[in-house]
T-cell receptor
């Protein structure tokens, strides 16, 4: 199972762009990179998924370099409500999902 | 749609007791799974199912049983609770086919075993 490494915590201020980088050196050819967000006392929520280059949706962008050994989740103009834990997963199929300890993002006023 | 629902929200058990955590989804998803989350940790996969009548083990299956008699329901059974099973349990569901392998999670059940 591919393991991911991401910072334990990050701090930011409202209105700033936040970039969370995840390394996944052992990613397999068929694996996707998926990010989830989790608020306290709630289940995780899907944010974005990608295979290579750049993916953008209404809440985030995901940048994946050509070697796919890392990825960066970009949250534009964060607000207080973005304070949460963000998990980077290498997705090789449902039975292979491994959640690491995640990155705790704290957004301050 | 209610999405993924879990009952109960909280439960306290004594060592050796048995109980069933309920999970239901109304999205007609083929895939369902159970995770546990210990304090300060990520989620670990307990069991999963790709359809009615089909289940398989995840990363930490010991001490837990599952069955999938319908598409909607995927209960998790603790046969003889142990303090090491104190955790928050999340159920999730997903369609097998789609643009993304997006899992939809329930609100969780907080279980304490004394």
């Amino acid at each position: 199972l591919a393991k991911t490494t991401q910072p334990i915590s990050m701090d930011s201020y409202e209105g700033q762009e936040v970039n969370i980088t995840c390394s996944h050196n052992n990613i397999a050819t068929n694996d996707y990179i998926t990010w989830y967000q989790q608020f306290p006392s709630q289940g995780p929520r899907f944010i974005i998924q990608g295979y290579k280059t750049k993916v953008t949706n209404e809440v985030a962008s995901l940048f994946i370099p050509a070697d796919r050994k890392s990825s960066t989740l970009s949250l534009p103009r964060v607000s207080l409500s973005d304070t949460a834990v963000y998990y980077c997963l290498v997705d090789g199929g449902f039975q292979k999902l491994v959640f690491g300890t995640g990155t705790r993002l704290l957004v301050s006023p | 749609n209610a999405g993924v629902t879990q009952t109960p929200k909280f439960q306290v058990l004594k060592t050796g007791q048995s109980m069933t955590l309920q999970c239901a989804q109304d999205m007609n998803h083929e895939y369902m799974s159970w995770y546990r989350q210990d304090p300060g940790m990520g989620l670990r996969l307990i069991h999963y199912s790709v359809g009615a009548g089909i289940t398989d083990q995840g990363e930490v299956p010991n001490g837990y049983n599952v069955s999938r008699s319908t598409t909607e329901d995927f209960p998790l059974r603790l046969l003889s609770a142990a303090p090491s099973q104190t955790s928050v349990y999340f159920c999730a569901s997903s369609p097998l086919a789609g643009d993304y392998n997006e899992q939809f999670f329930g609100p969780g059940t907080r279980l304490t075993v004394l």
